[in-house]
């Protein structure tokens, strides 16, 4: 770090003896080293999910407090949840240092925000917020930017999200337009393809760091398909390199054999789990079940009322006779209690209470958010061994899985995108946390010589190069638009539209009426 930063060796010393997360530099860490990011330079860092990025920022926070740059660094991250995840990474790296103080701003406005931000003491300050919130105080007060001499983007990908992009965007084009020009501005994501573009537009003389072949944890892909004889019924499952267009490395034969299920009531006929027909969750839950001794566990959701319904059939499954007591020997049971006793004070009795119980707890937007940091907070510390989750876990939260169920991947019946998709995959064998994880993928559609386009689905998304670039929302309004039929929109059609719509809506909709 000291040739890298610039700085005498007396000025690190204190950082690596009291540090005890910090013992070798990750390669991630020394290529940013080698351009010059640990010396103030401006840049996008592109590398893969687990590599090292947090703490590389943090080592980046560190040589710019020492070097007396700032004494104010912004880390703005689009999720609360993975705000929470920062100022916890944050606060371990610099525990032994009382001078640094680490603080995460609400969403709920505060009288005393703005004082903390503009401060010219001595004091250094880690801020985490959200792209909303760090507009809120620009807003009020365009003279902070004045104080702000190191500037973090986690997830920078995410500005061009239909959602809630374009606040990002425009947030970005508000720092690059009134920051210092010396301020160090770092734009940081595991997905960017376009990587030099971006840098083009937000730092002019930035850097571009960009590696995909970083490796530090070992994970593994693997296909389940089904086969059937006239005596039973039987699962394989296919491990394959994603690299050599999905070649099998090795198979695990009959890994899931159909059982019966007890009847409940008056019910005659006979059912088996897993049900392929009736409940295509259920090869997920089967996987669940069987692997949790071996590590946590997430089933990946692609809706949240399919979340609920999977808790639900877990419920279901026990009553006829299918043991759940892995997950709760498993679990802190302590811990599971709490959270199931939280749940039913916002929700009730529910199925989300009822599997929280037995140590399987859901995560999605419909869950209130005090149970939703409960249950990130209970993964973070391996006291729970469960989770069905949606996205809203998959975006940068560190957590210990070991095993990633993916039975879909689509949403809002949308194929999800390839950069999500390597978002959600980080999500296992997180480095520091566990040394491999699996995913496993149970579309029956790998060795099966039918839909052979839903295996190509599976072949590019697991190739991390054919992740989307990255693109502006502000620009779509100004340019032109090609339809679906092909017929062009020019983009002064556009421009007059908007123009009509919003500068002069009365005399618009009564042109309309007309």
């Given at each position: 770090?000291p040739?890298?930063?610039?700085?005498?060796?007396e000025?690190w010393r204190s950082t690596?003896?009291?540090n005890?997360?910090?013992?070798?530099?990750?390669?991630?860490?020394?290529?940013l080293?080698?351009n010059?990011i640990?010396?103030?330079k401006?840049?996008?860092?592109?590398m893969?999910?687990s590599?090292?990025?947090?703490?590389?920022?943090a080592?980046?926070?560190?040589?710019?407090?020492?070097?007396?740059?700032?004494?104010?660094?912004?880390?703005?991250a689009?999720?609360?949840?993975?705000?929470?995840?920062?100022?916890?990474?944050?606060?371990?790296?610099?525990s032994?240092?009382?001078s640094?103080?680490?603080?995460?701003?609400s969403?709920i406005?505060?009288?005393?925000?703005?004082?903390?931000l503009?401060t010219?003491?001595?004091?250094?300050?880690?801020?985490?917020?959200?792209?909303?919130?760090?507009?809120?105080?620009?807003?009020?007060?365009?003279e902070?930017?004045?104080?702000?001499?190191?500037?973090?983007?986690?997830?920078?990908?995410?500005?061009?999200d239909?959602?809630r992009?374009?606040?990002?965007?425009l947030?970005?084009?508000?720092?690059?337009?009134?920051?210092k020009?010396?301020?160090?501005?770092?734009?940081?994501?595991?997905?960017?393809?376009?990587?030099?573009?971006?840098?083009?537009?937000?730092?002019?003389?930035?850097?571009?760091?960009?590696?995909?072949?970083?490796?530090?944890t070992?994970?593994?892909?693997?296909?389940?398909?089904?086969?059937?004889?006239?005596?039973?019924?039987?699962?394989?499952?296919?491990?394959?390199?994603?690299?050599?267009?999905?070649?099998e490395?090795?198979f695990?034969?009959?890994?899931i054999?159909?059982?019966?299920l007890?009847?409940?009531?008056?019910e005659?006929?006979i059912r088996?789990?897993?049900d392929?027909e009736?409940?295509?969750?259920?090869?997920?839950?089967?996987?669940?079940?069987k692997?949790?001794?071996?590590g946590s566990?997430?089933?990946?959701?692609?809706?949240k009322?399919t979340?609920?319904?999977?808790l639900?059939r877990?419920?279901?499954?026990?009553?006829?006779?299918?043991?759940l007591?892995?997950f709760?020997?498993?679990?802190?049971?302590?811990?599971?209690?709490?959270?199931?006793?939280?749940i039913?004070?916002?929700?009730?009795?529910?199925p989300?209470?009822f599997?929280?119980?037995?140590?399987?707890?859901?995560h999605?937007s419909?869950?209130?958010?005090?149970?939703?940091?409960?249950?990130?907070?209970?993964l973070?510390n391996?006291?729970?061994?469960?989770?069905v989750c949606?996205s809203?876990l998959?975006?940068?939260?560190?957590?210990?899985?070991?095993?990633?169920?993916?039975?879909?991947?689509?949403?809002?019946r949308e194929?999800?995108?390839?950069?999500d998709?390597?978002?959600?995959?980080?999500?296992?064998?997180r480095a520091?946390?566990q040394?491999?994880?699996?995913?496993?993928l149970?579309?029956?559609?790998?060795?099966?010589n039918?839909?052979?386009?839903?295996?190509?689905?599976?072949?590019?998304?697991?190739n991390?190069?054919?992740?989307?670039a990255?693109?502006s929302?502000?620009?779509?309004?100004?340019?032109?638009i090609?339809?679906?039929?092909?017929?062009p929109?020019?983009?002064?059609?556009?421009?007059?539209?908007?123009?009509?719509?919003?500068?002069?809506?009365?005399?618009?909709?009564?042109n309309?009426?007309?």
């Amino acid at each position: 770090m000291p040739l890298y930063s610039n700085l005498p060796e007396e000025k690190w010393r204190s950082t690596f003896i009291n540090n005890s997360k910090m013992r070798e530099m990750w390669p991630s860490q020394i290529l940013l080293g080698e351009n010059d990011i640990f010396d103030g330079k401006s840049g996008v860092v592109q590398m893969p999910t687990s590599s090292g990025k947090t703490t590389s920022v943090a080592l980046a926070i560190q040589s710019s407090f020492l070097s007396d740059r700032t004494n104010i660094a912004i880390i703005v991250a689009p999720f609360r949840a993975l705000c929470r995840e920062i100022l916890l990474d944050l606060e371990n790296f610099f525990s032994f240092d009382e001078s640094v103080a680490v603080t995460e701003f609400s969403d709920i406005p505060k009288n005393n925000e703005i004082s903390i931000l503009s401060t010219d003491s001595s004091e250094k300050k880690i801020l985490v917020m959200t792209p909303e919130k760090l507009s809120y105080i620009l807003k009020h007060n365009k003279e902070i930017i004045d104080y702000i001499n190191m500037i973090v983007f986690d997830e920078a990908h995410l500005f061009d999200d239909e959602s809630r992009g374009t606040d990002y965007e425009l947030l970005l084009s508000t720092i690059k337009y009134y920051i210092k020009d010396d301020a160090q501005k770092l734009l940081v994501s595991a997905v960017i393809s376009n990587a030099s573009q971006l840098n083009e537009w937000i730092n002019e003389q930035g850097v571009v760091v960009k590696n995909n072949t970083i490796k530090t944890t070992e994970k593994t892909v693997a296909f389940n398909t089904f086969n059937s004889t006239k005596r039973n019924s039987y699962s394989n499952l296919y491990f394959v390199d994603p690299i050599k267009g999905l070649e099998e490395e090795f198979f695990v034969p009959r890994v899931i054999q159909p059982v019966k299920l007890n009847k409940l009531g008056k019910e005659r006929n006979i059912r088996y789990f897993p049900d392929l027909e009736k409940n295509k969750q259920d090869v997920s839950i089967y996987y669940a079940i069987k692997l949790v001794k071996n590590g946590s566990v997430a089933i990946f959701c692609s809706r949240k009322d399919t979340v609920n319904k999977v808790l639900s059939r877990f419920i279901e499954l026990e009553e006829r006779g299918v043991p759940l007591t892995n997950f709760i020997e498993e679990s802190d049971i302590h811990e599971t209690t709490k959270i199931a006793r939280l749940i039913k004070e916002h929700l009730g009795e529910n199925p989300l209470y009822f599997s929280a119980l037995k140590g399987i707890v859901g995560h999605h937007s419909g869950v209130p958010n005090g149970v939703r940091v409960s249950t990130e907070y209970a993964l973070r510390n391996s006291l729970l061994s469960c989770v069905v989750c949606t996205s809203t876990l998959a975006q940068g939260v560190n957590l210990p899985l070991k095993y990633l169920i993916i039975s879909n991947v689509y949403q809002s019946r949308e194929i999800i995108k390839v950069r999500d998709f390597h978002n959600l995959l980080g999500r296992t064998a997180r480095a520091g946390k566990q040394t491999e994880g699996t995913i496993i993928l149970t579309e029956n559609v790998y060795k099966t010589n039918q839909d052979s386009y839903k295996l190509d689905k599976y072949e590019h998304l697991l190739n991390a190069d054919n992740s989307e670039a990255c693109y502006s929302n502000l620009l779509k309004i100004v340019r032109g638009i090609e339809l679906s039929d092909k017929s062009p929109i020019p983009s002064s059609f556009i421009k007059k539209y908007i123009s009509s719509r919003y500068l002069n809506s009365e005399k618009y909709f009564e042109n309309r009426k007309k």
